[in-house]
């Protein structure tokens, strides 16, 4: 089975332009949530969405948005890029925060995204 | 505060040893603890997790112990080899029905495993 495929792979920007990045989940998962790694440090969370709706905020400006369509897929999307914007942008497959037990999120291999 | 600790940053182990990293949270609130592996380029592969109805989960040579009272969670590597050379995340997440099931990580322990 495949697993959390994410696109692009790299990417590169200007300050001020903007960027969509998309993700596919597992077969079967219904909820994705996005994760941002900056070099060096843990992921932090971003959003994640259950159903197309969103079911969780992290600390991040309005300038980042996302949305889940009706196959599950996702994307993010990030407004006037800024320089400390580039990161490793994660998305995580799970089953759903409505079942009982089935915590374990699966990440993709990411989208490299790099403001200059 | 929904914070994670890690220790150490780095950590140098010749083949076949035990490679121990340690983490320590805040929030009684937290109900699942994972560990994952991220090599250079790659997302996070989930290797082990934990509830804190139990106090230890062995699969294969990863084991997690885990001290609810004190607070903290440590990962164990046994016989560790050069291809267990990685970032290992702790990480942490509270989540109710309905609600985000969101991870809270810790800052990363790059583990180096010598031949």
């Known amino acids: 089975d495949a697993g959390v495929t994410q696109s692009p792979t790299h990417l590169i920007k200007t300050r001020g332009q903007h960027v969509t990045l998309r993700c596919s989940p597992i077969?079967?998962?219904?909820?994705v949530s996005w994760y941002q790694q900056v070099l060096g440090q843990g992921p932090q969370f971003i959003f994640q969405?259950?159903?197309?709706?969103?079911?969780g905020r992290g600390n991040f400006p309005d300038r980042f948005s996302a949305r889940q369509f009706p196959n599950y897929s996702s994307e993010l999307n990030v407004n006037a890029l800024l320089l400390g914007d580039s990161a490793l942008y994660l998305c995580?497959?799970?089953?759903?925060?409505?079942?009982?037990?089935?915590?374990?999120?699966?990440f993709g291999p990411g989208t490299r995204l790099t403001v200059t | 505060q929904q914070q994670v600790k890690q220790s150490p940053q780095s950590l140098i182990v010749q083949k076949g040893g035990i490679s121990i990293i340690n983490c320590a949270y805040e929030?009684?609130?937290?109900?699942?603890f994972p560990w994952y592996q991220q090599f250079p380029g790659k997302g996070p592969a989930l290797l082990i997790a934990?509830?804190?109805?139990?106090s230890e989960k062995k699969e294969g040579r990863f084991t997690i112990s885990f001290n609810k009272s004190a607070k903290q969670f440590s990962l164990h590597i046994m016989d560790s080899q050069p291809g267990d050379s990685a970032t290992y995340f702790c990480?942490?997440?509270?989540?109710?029905?309905?609600?985000?099931?969101?991870?809270?990580f810790g800052s990363g322990t790059q583990l180096t495993v010598l031949p």
């Open positions: 990480a942490a997440s509270i989540g109710s029905s309905g609600s985000a099931r969101q991870l809270t």
């Open positions: 929030n009684t609130a937290f109900d699942y």
């Open positions: 995580a497959s799970s089953l759903g925060p409505l079942r009982q037990g089935t915590y374990e999120q699966y």
């Open positions: 077969s079967g998962h219904k909820s």
């Open positions: 969405y259950y159903e197309k709706e969103e079911r």
């Open positions: 934990i509830r804190p109805d139990v």
